[in-house]
């Protein structure tokens, strides 16, 4: 069974960092392209880094240059990582790891706001 578990979000200033983690207990991602999803107030879930399972990665426009995608495959386990530098504002979301495109199932997700 899938299980999707995000952490590392927090309150941080603009122009601060901030390191997201998930974990996935199943096979999921060890076989599949990986993403971070985020999804702020009133607005729709989109998908804003990608990671193929040969590790080719993709950014929206809005973070590019400033956040990285990276992924760990252990032998039971595989974590992906988006490491957030440089943040503003309107990066506030909650945070979502998935496989992408993503399947139904989505994990409780991390908020990360960026404010002073």
């Known amino acids: 069974q899938v299980q999707l578990v995000e952490s590392g979000g927090g309150l941080v200033q603009p122009g601060g960092s901030l390191r997201l983690s998930c974990a996935d207990s199943?096979?999921?991602?060890?076989?599949?392209?990986m993403g971070w999803y985020r999804q702020a107030p009133g607005k729709e879930r989109e998908l804003v880094a990608r990671?193929?399972?040969?590790?080719?990665?993709?950014?929206v426009d809005s973070v590019k240059g400033r956040f990285t995608i990276s992924r760990d495959n252990a032998k039971n386990m595989v974590s992906l990582s988006l490491q957030m530098n440089s943040l503003k504002p309107e990066d506030t979301a909650v945070y979502y790891c998935?496989?992408?495109?993503?399947?139904?199932?989505w994990g409780k997700g991390t908020l990360v706001t960026v404010s002073s």
């Open positions: 998935n496989t992408s495109p993503p399947m139904n199932y």
């Open positions: 199943g096979s999921i991602f060890s076989i599949n392209a």
């Open positions: 990671i193929s399972s040969g590790g080719r990665t993709n950014y």
